[in-house]
């Protein structure tokens, strides 16, 4: 369910995206394309969607340091080829086609709706306060809403993947099934082996 609060300049939204069984998010590395998942923190997440909503001029989440809570991750490690990039590269196609469809539907197409809604009726104002004299002309703007596309939805998330727990960081990860070769820690970048 997607909810939408506005308040002064403030719009408040609730996005609901499917995890695996075991809370894990599914990314992507963009340098070897291999995915692999990571126990869901709601403050990661949020760090890792910010730049996608500031693309539209929308700033979700407040700073975390600014309410006393634990810094997020701004950067992964590709458990694979150790690669490193920021939280928001690190998402999966899927996702970040539902994340466009979810700022189109929930924000970008209610902002246009408002903007022509005000000036047609500004315009139809205007033109109204206008008329008299020998000739009188009269022009009306007339705008209709649009329908919205339909919410996008998520899911079920499979619960694929191997489960790993890392010691280096305390943190549970999955990653490909019978992959035995050397593993980067995403969140510390330390090496370390499956057994």
């Known amino acids: 369910m997607t909810d939408q609060h506005q308040s002064d300049n403030t719009t408040k939204f609730s996005i609901t995206y499917s995890l695996d069984n075991g809370h894990f998010f599914r990314r992507e590395c963009p340098s070897c394309g291999r995915e692999f998942k990571t126990q869901a923190d709601e403050a990661d997440l949020v760090t890792a969607m910010r730049p996608a909503f500031r693309?539209?001029?929308?700033?979700?989440?407040?700073?975390?340091?600014?309410?006393?809570?634990?810094?997020?991750?701004?950067?992964?490690?590709?458990?694979?080829?150790?690669?490193?990039?920021?939280?928001?590269?690190?998402?999966?196609?899927?996702?970040?086609?539902?994340?466009?469809?979810?700022?189109?539907?929930?924000?970008?197409?209610?902002?246009?709706?408002?903007?022509?809604?005000?000036?047609?009726?500004?315009?139809?104002?205007?033109?109204?306060?206008?008329?008299?004299?020998?000739?009188?002309?009269?022009?009306?703007?007339?705008?209709?809403?649009?329908?919205?596309?339909?919410?996008?939805?998520?899911?079920?998330?499979?619960?694929?993947?191997?489960?790993?727990h890392m010691l280096c960081c305390d943190r549970r990860i999955k990653v490909l099934d019978g992959w035995c070769d050397l593993l980067t820690c995403p969140f510390c970048g330390r090496q370390t082996e499956l057994h």
């Open 55 to 164: 693309e539209v001029g929308i700033e979700i989440g407040a700073d975390p340091d600014e309410e006393g809570q634990s810094a997020t991750l701004d950067s992964l490690h590709c458990p694979y080829c150790a690669h490193t990039a920021p939280t928001s590269d690190m998402l999966t196609a899927r996702f970040s086609q539902y994340l466009e469809r979810f700022i189109m539907r929930e924000h970008v197409l209610p902002q246009i709706d408002r903007t022509l809604a005000g000036f047609s009726d500004e315009f139809n104002r205007k033109s109204r306060q206008h008329s008299g004299g020998l000739i009188s002309i009269s022009i009306e703007a007339e705008y209709s809403r649009s329908l919205l596309p339909p919410r996008p939805i998520s899911g079920p998330e499979p619960s694929d993947m191997m489960p790993v």
